[in-house]
């Protein structure tokens, strides 16, 4: 881990990222296709590019270019002090890694005071895949050690205007989403979940309109990346993620109520986003949303690149067959073996590149089991083919347990969890 930047670093919230390169690589310069820095924005993710070699992605990095903090031992020692619950695998291995006011929540967990979880899907396909599903897994496991609400925010509108595809289509998508949210084994009574082009107005339209007269052209350029020729829609968006970090937006919810936070559990690609809400937060007299921030599922293809709905090949999908999946892992995963099976029990491979065993991480709770698994396979005693198949069964027994709970999911459940005046409390909101 990097130490921990300075508050002054911390709390910019609408400094430029001038050592993120946001704009394509200009083909026309050698230099420039033989050497970039790495890009990490909402709509782009790679590694760095050195000599010509796509290096994976320097999370380290990223708490220098974003200004956040890292998630470190003495922080992981007061969650299970404060929370009487060991840490999550996630948050153990470092998959969530890195914080903005994580201690500030445990601050209100201790003293009774209320909070909220916030987090959020874009709907870009019909089907998620299992990048997509695991941050679901753990906010359901933050709910339930927490006792609070959540409120998901379909992000069909972005999807819209970022992606070639009809307003019809991702709407479809988002109805989609919510079964497959659900079926992760959240309940309508402790979760919201909208789509955009549904539950835009009222009180949350006063929102954006409040945080929009706060924003500038020149801030969205800075943290975006956006010209004079990007679409008026896009450069709007970012109000529109705003807005649910205030739980004023959900006056069904919370009634009058603007003293209220929400953690948000997301990939460290949308910090920008919330890097603008915290900067306006204080002057529409709401709290600052506190941030948890998870590292990218590796394309199958390795850590260079994060596992992608546009990419077939890079993902495992969650309506994926048992056959499918197999294949996709024998013939896509990267492995950290060697060419040979005599060279590999003589030199032993390498867990920290190995797909299949970073996959793995994210399953195998059992922290001595995944040691074992990574010791096991530097000495050569496990191989590349051992180590696949054990990859393959603990996904498709993900997978497969995922669609039989989905099957289970009736268009009455979905209304429900769509529905802002289905019966929803919890105790901590009778606290100041």
């Known amino acids: 881990m990097t130490t921990q930047p300075s508050n002054s670093s911390a709390e910019t919230p609408v400094q430029e990222m001038q050592n993120l390169s946001v704009g394509s690589t200009d083909a026309a310069s050698n230099e420039k296709q033989q050497q970039h820095k790495q890009n990490i924005t909402p709509w782009e993710v790679e590694g760095a590019v050195v000599d010509g070699v796509q290096m994976a992605i320097d999370y380290n990095k990223l708490f220098e270019d974003f200004g956040t903090h890292p998630i470190d031992t003495a922080l992981l ?18 998959v969530f890694f890195s ?14 005071k209320p909070f909220y979880l916030y987090t959020g899907r874009g709907p870009s396909s019909g089907h998620m895949h299992i990048g997509h599903v695991l941050p679901f897994v753990f906010c359901k496991w933050l709910q339930d050690i927490f006792d609070v609400l959540l409120v998901v925010q379909l992000t069909d509108d972005e999807k819209f205007l970022f992606r070639d595809v009809s307003v019809d289509q991702v709407y479809k998508n ?64 970012p109000v529109i993620q705003s807005a649910p970090a205030f739980c004023s937006s959900f006056p069904e919810i919370f009634g009058a109520r603007k003293d209220i936070p929400c953690l948000i559990p997301c990939g460290i690609d949308q910090d920008p986003y919330f890097r603008l809400t915290r900067d306006v937060a204080v002057r529409l007299k709401h709290k600052k949303p506190s941030l948890i921030h998870g590292r990218f599922l590796p394309a199958l ?22 056959a499918k999946i197999k294949n996709k892992i024998n013939r896509y995963a990267f492995s950290g073996g060697q060419t040979s099976l ?3 029990r003589a030199l032993g491979g390498n867990p920290d590149v190995d797909v299949p ?12 089991e995944i040691a074992d698994l990574a010791k096991g396979y530097r000495k050569g005693e496990i191989t590349s083919g051992e180590m696949k198949a054990r990859c393959i069964s603990i996904i498709q027994d993900f997978v497969g347990a995922f669609q039989e709970r989905e099957r289970a999911i009736t268009e009455q459940d ?19």
Do not use: W
Not at 203 to 209: Q, V
């Open 174 to 237: 988002s109805l989609n989403a919510v079964r497959e949210i659900a079926a992760v084994g959240f309940k309508p009574e402790k979760t919201f979940i909208f789509s955009n082009l549904d539950f835009m107005g009222g009180a949350f339209y006063r929102n954006m309109l409040q945080i929009s007269r706060l924003v500038t052209f020149n801030q969205v350029k800075a943290l975006f990346g956006f010209n004079d020729s990007t679409c008026i829609g896009r450069v709007h968006f």
């Open 77 to 94: 020692e007061r969650f299970e002090k404060v929370t009487g619950h060991k840490p999550h695998l996630y948050l153990r291995r470092g």
């Open 301 to 322: 293809q390795g850590s260079a690149s994060k596992m992608s709905s546009s990419n077939a090949n890079s993902a495992i999908f969650m309506d994926d067959s048992p």
């Open 357 to 368: 065993y970073q996959y793995l991480t994210y399953f195998i709770d059992d922290d001595k």
């Open 342 to 344: 005599e060279e590999h």
């Open 99 to 112: 914080h903005r006011d994580l201690e500030k929540i445990l601050d209100r967990y201790e003293q009774g």
């Open 414 to 432: 979905v209304q429900n969890f769509m529905d802002p005046k289905y019966p929803r409390s919890f105790d901590m909101l009778s606290k100041k």
